[in-house]
């Protein structure tokens, strides 16, 4: 198989996947006890797009990593930094929207300056500056090499996030799987909707991570072509009549 | 169901949905983009002018970037 058809497969899984979440979540599974309104519902896509969040970042952190160390030094780690930071980006802004819909009917308030909210904020922050640093002009190495250095400081963030319900008093739950202690706190239905919301999700960020990489090396053609193009020019004014 | 759900699930599927499209959009923009500006770089005279076609009366130095 080839990189595009295993591609298009990922896409079409991904596409069939958070369509079965979306019926399973909002028709299928039962209520929960302790959640008004049905907002258990929630459950099925709010801790997914935080963890797909994490995986972009990891991802983007892995990729700087590979960057820096000279031996392993090629623009294609820069690029799929890039291209997975702003997948992340947009997977935090729908966890920060998505906790935010169940925050107001739980506590009343649509925002509050909870230890995770606000890391979580901050997370998003750092990942849009590092974004916006990414555009800053500069010959392609030094901004590579900036950027770089940039995600392996806004990672940091990561942990923070993920401990801060045990490190400090917070309103929002301790979090619905416990990666550490390898401990799933929903079982039946709910906990294969919310399994199948994971795997789907996650199939979604490599399909977009993927295209937007492509984007990126097809961007850094045409600037490439753009310059090629400008030298030419210049070279044939060059021998032009004085 | 109460709206606030409908609204999570509307805005996670509408924000995917759209951010997919316009990654799609953009990719295909710049394929097509590179394909025309390699089909014009087959041609020659019309990416790198020859020697001459500047008007005899405009100056030395008109249009060389700066």
Known sequence: MTGSKVLKATGILALVGVAATAWLGLWVTPDAVGFPHGLVRLLYIHPPMAWVAFVAYGMAFLSSMLYLWPRTRHIRFDRMAGASAEVGVVFTGL???TGSIWGRPTWGVWW????????????????????????????????AR??????LIAFVDVPVVYFSVSWWRSLHQAPTI???GRHLYVHGSMAWTLLLGFVSFTLAYAWLTAHRYRLAGLQDSEADEGLRYALDERRAEGLGPA | MSGYIEAGYTIVLATLATYSISVLVREKAARRRLSVSAALGAEPATVSPVAGDAPSDAPADEGVLQ
């Open chain 1, 146 to 151: 900036r950027s770089a250095i940039a995600a």
């Open chain 1, 112 to 143: 509050t300056w909870d230890p995770l909210l606000t890391t979580t904020a901050l997370l998003f922050v750092l990942y849009l500056g590092y974004l916006a640093l990414r555009r800053v002009p500069g010959d392609p190495e030094v901004v």
């Open chain 1, 178 to 180: 416990d990666f550490t």
């Open chain 1, 95 to 97: 966890t920060l929207a």
